[in-house]
């Protein structure tokens, strides 16, 4: 273990996006779900690094449960989810210290590479921070009057989790103002002026929002390999 | 049939990105080659609407024996491809007349839907053209400086084919000189002062391009439907 890095894992979706009861951080993903190999993958990156889950109050049963059924053994703490992504974090960073580096990662990208946890903490401690990201390799539009035009699409990148940041620092970030234009933890840091670092990740890392996300998932697994 | 449709369905790839000697258009999804499914969704959208399909001049006669192979009995037209897309579209609208609407599909997008081919068509009609296009779902930056900074997804979208334009508006476009900027027909049709008419698309409408598409084209298709 490298002393003083820690894991937020980040899963406070209701399932209305997957329009069906269970949240979607919950489905299952080859026998699991998916919200157990986003553990899983920090766990095998460094099995000493303290996890900490954010999960909405009313979900915390039926988690317990579900580790139960799956046996999942990986040492976690749980806390309690606020009602926004903004103010889960914010709920989680409070069970944390205030020295260290933290990873914030969503519960629902289960396809996070080893390569991808070691270069954000590697460069995060070289930049200050580290988030992933992908180059766009469709052509971009942007609406534009009553038609568009083209965008270089050279320096966009595609943003991921985990994002990784000096604890102090975001915890400071988040003791701002919530703003709806706070799509994850880098934009909260921006806000605060910080210079945002951003570190290759893998493609594969999706986020699973919509109930196709499933099938392709378990597809890139049949392809990578079963990592749980 | 409505008169004077037509639909180009330009496969040049050559198979190199795919590290496989089999150019990509060729790669068997479900059981059958990429290319079919592209073929298949014009054919069953308007039997009686002319295809051509662009292929490099080597691939002409393993393409033969693959519709032989699969018993593919949709009639299409083969026009010999370029060095370049550009010069392969170039090549594809010099087989087709001067009036009419033309839909120019890459022939990697075997998930184009039923209901984004009628959008383009009849959208191109009331806009002077159309070409399908979805919004972006994460969180986009920009290169900047030795960091990077947030931009407004809001307004743009990624592109997809078909892009459906007025047969002598797009000849007179591919009458310009080549420039390396050209990624798609649109953004040939802008750069002659064109204004670009984006149109819903499917979201499932990929580009096969390397390997794991191939599997997430799969899993897309036992969600959907074999559309073959």
Known sequence: MTAGRYVLIV???SGSRMKTDMPKQFLELCGFPVLMYAIRAFSRYDAAMPVTVVLPAAQTGVWEQLCKKHGFAVRHRVAEGG??????VQNGLGTLPDTGWVAVHDGVRPLVSQA???ACFRDAQRY?????AVPVTDTVRT???SGSRIVNRENL????TPQVFDLKALKDAYRQ????LFTDDASVMERQGHIIHLTAGNEENIKITAPPDLKIAEALMNVHGNLF
């Open 11 to 13: 899963a406070g979706g």
């Open 143 to 145: 609406l534009s009057g």
């Open 177 to 180: 103002d919530f703003s709806p």
């Open 116 to 118: 991808t946890i070691e």
């Open 128 to 132: 200050g921070n580290a988030i992933p």
């Open 157 to 160: 990148r595609l943003v991921q």
């Open 83 to 88: 009602a926004t992504r903004f103010h889960s």
